[in-house]
């Protein structure tokens, strides 16, 4: 992300940020304060309906006591109960539809202990019927939903129930007025609307329920077990989701301008800050080690004329540390050559001195074995001589190419193991048959495994050990030859193998750290692979794969 794309990013969020919070505040405290007004004007609506709702329910009851006490003291319904007088009794079918018009019910009967209908208002033919359902209501002194059968359809009513004894009979008197939605919407205010919900209907969503009151449920229509109603007390969401879809269209509208303003002010004040450090970019770009010529030069006094001085003095000290540079390059050139060449004869010689301190010593205890030592030897000698001169040529060059040709890694393998001395120190062959040729340079593979054999020799410190040089075809496409030298020695921790390949890097005395970073090298000069395994204590084993070229074996 460039300079002036996260100058752009503050100042915008410098600009924003404190407008989103202010924003989100004001809108918060306006939308509860919008739904504490509601919720404040919802409750005293449902309270209301609630008292009204009780204030019917008193009326009613009041109203059947005093119907009650007017039947106990009237003689005609004596006669017409207790006497059976015919105009009695005619009297007490017509006396409920007059009492129910005059009351303003819209539904009332009079029964018997038994439930048999004695009058109807509302059905005037119910007479002498059983009801017994409207029994289960006696005692509960409170309103009740009643469904009672008409001469076309049903009606309900909120009723209330009253009982009264006339010569040790029991009466149950069962009246009110309708409970339909006419009578419900008159019952709401201030936002709510009621809804009767009998059983079986479906209920209204839970936000919409503001509150409910329930009573009774008699179906005095069919014979059915006594139930439960609610009227449902719902408050009419419309008008405040509505208002709050206004205000969020209003504070969108405001985000949306806070937004586009406060980038076009960004974008104009990072543009004017970033121009010139683009400028400056632009010349240090230009800036390398054959191109210190650049002149930063300014007269301006901020900041950035600051920073364009320091780059001029520091291109100034760059022309002269560039020459000391190139010169201590050429030294060390030189010296990385020197080191080398000594490394590289240090190893060839090696064998050479390994032979003679061999031939030294059978001269001296077996002076009769001599010939033999030299003949069996000779060819180290020759081999080590021929490396030497073969080196010779190659630093004449000072950049040998190599020269690949089918190589038999066997072979060298053999002559390297060879040119170990006898010692403390355990040399294992474990050369596969078969092994297809390389195409590599015979000298370069034997500096490879010269190398990692002496490395291997090292890490045992002059200690009885095993050193395991192996060979082994890869099964891979296209096929490869592994050529595997383990030891035995101290292996190496984590840190000492980050390092191992590193030029100069050495953990012996007099090392000259070149060796492995000599073999890494060559083996990526051969086109081959090198890793290592190791852990601390349990030795090293150095694993390098070179591609097989095609045709057999090199046996």
Not at 385 to 411: C, F, G, M, Q, W
């Amino acid at each position: 992300m460039s300079f002036r794309t996260r100058l752009l990013i503050g100042v915008a969020l410098a600009a924003i940020i404190p407008l989103l919070l202010l924003l989100y505040g004001v809108h918060r405290e306006m939308t509860s304060r919008l739904s504490s007004q509601a919720d404040t004007q919802v409750a005293g609506a449902v309270a209301s309906v609630h008292s009204r709702l009780e204030q019917q329910g008193r009326t009613t009851q009041e109203r059947l006591r005093g119907m009650a006490l007017e039947l106990v003291g009237d003689n005609r319904f004596r006669l017409a109960e207790l006497v059976g007088d015919s105009a009695a009794r005619a009297w007490l079918l017509d006396w409920a539809p007059q009492v129910m018009r005059s009351s303003g019910f819209t539904m009332l009967q009079l029964q018997d202990s038994t439930g048999r209908v004695i009058t109807s208002g509302h059905f005037r033919n119910q007479f002498d019927q059983l009801a017994p359902v409207a029994m289960s209501l006696l005692g509960t002194g409170a309103s009740a939903v009643l469904r009672a059968a008409t001469p076309d359809s049903t009606v309900l009513a909120l009723a209330g129930v009253d009982s009264f004894r006339v010569a040790d009979r029991l009466f149950l008197l069962t009246g009110g007025r309708s409970i339909d939605s006419v009578e419900l919407a008159a019952l709401g205010t201030n936002g709510v609307t009621t809804r009767l919900v009998l059983p079986g209907d479906s209920k209204p969503a839970a936000e919409e329920i503001a509150g409910s009151v329930r009573f009774p449920f008699v179906d005095l229509s069919r014979a059915s077990a006594p139930d439960s109603a609610d009227v449902a007390i719902l408050r009419d969401l419309g008008p405040l989701v509505e208002l709050r879809k206004s205000v969020d269209r209003w504070f969108l509208f405001a985000l949306v301008i806070t937004v586009v303003t406060a980038l076009l002010i960004a974008a104009w004040l990072s543009a004017r800050m970033s121009r010139p450090l683009a400028l400056l970019a632009e010349k240090t770009a230009q800036v390398d080690l054959d191109r210190l010529d650049q002149d930063f030069a300014t007269d301006r006094e901020d900041e950035v004329g600051a920073l364009a001085r320091l780059l001029d003095a520091m291109t100034r000290r760059l022309r002269a540390s560039a020459m000391r540079l190139r010169e201590a390059e050429r030294r060390a050139a030189v010296g990385d050559l020197a080191r080398q060449i000594n490394h590289d004869v240090k190893n060839g010689l090696a064998p050479i001195r390994h032979v003679l301190r061999h031939l030294g010593q059978v001269a001296e205890r077996e002076p009769q074995n001599l010939a033999g030592i030299f003949k069996e030897r000779s060819a180290t000698l020759d081999s080590s001589i021929e490396y030497l001169d073969t080196l010779a040529r190659n630093y004449a060059k000072l950049s040998p190419a190599l020269d690949r040709s089918r190589t038999d890694v066997n072979a060298v393998m053999r002559d390297v193991a060879q040119s170990v001395p006898p010692g403390s120190v355990q040399v294992e062959t474990r050369l596969a048959a078969d092994l297809p040729p390389v195409q590599s340079d015979s000298i370069v593979l034997r500096r490879i495994l010269e190398n990692l054999v002496t490395n291997g020799m090292d890490a045992m410190q002059g200690q009885a050990g095993t050193l395991v040089i192996l060979s082994e075809t890869v099964d891979s496409a296209p096929p490869r030859v592994r050529i595997c030298i383990t030891d035995s020695g101290r292996g190496m921790s984590r840190e000492e193998l980050d390092r191992a390949f590193d030029d100069f890097y050495t953990t012996k005395d007099g090392g000259t750290g070149l060796g492995l970073s000599v073999v890494r090298r060559l083996v990526s000069d051969l086109g081959g692979t090198l890793r290592v395994e190791t852990k601390p204590g349990q030795g090293s084993r150095f694993i390098v794969e070179l591609p097989a070229t095609a045709g057999g074996s090199a046996a």
